[in-house]
């Protein structure tokens, strides 16, 4: 299994940037998809964006055109930028993988506190 540990997060007003990092234990590049989710309080979490190892990308609605996900196979870490942020964007980020013939996300962080308010 893959241990992830997720930071950059932070307090930022509306219209700001941040950039998550994810480290994962081991390679990736054996992976079949790196994604960043989200839970807020008392909402189930969301997948916001996912990455596939031949580097095909997806994002949620809320997100696109905003967000990017981007991977670094040599250093087995996984990036979340995030440029024009809104309120409810406020939430704990996670970091999740997906193994190959697997129809479910791995969820093996603690997550990072994204606090968006002016």
């Known amino acids: 299994q893959v241990q992830l540990v997720e930071s950059g997060g932070g307090l930022v007003q509306p219209g700001g940037s941040l950039r998550l990092s994810c480290a994962a234990s081991?390679?990736?590049?054996?992976?079949?998809?790196m994604g960043w989710s989200r839970q807020a309080p008392g909402k189930q979490r969301e997948l916001v964006a996912t990455?596939?190892?031949?580097?095909?990308?997806n994002y949620a609605d809320s997100v696109k055109g905003r967000f990017t996900i981007s991977r670094d196979n040599a250093k087995n870490t996984v990036y979340l930028e995030m440029n024009s942020l809104k309120p409810e964007d406020t939430a704990v980020y996670y970091c999740?993988?997906?193994?190959?013939?697997?129809?479910?996300?791995?969820?093996w962080g603690q997550g990072t506190q994204v606090t968006v308010s002016s």
């Open positions: 081991k390679n990736i590049f054996s992976i079949y998809r």
């Open positions: 999740n993988y997906r193994n190959y013939y697997s129809d479910y996300d791995v969820y």
């Open positions: 990455i596939t190892r031949s580097g095909s990308t």
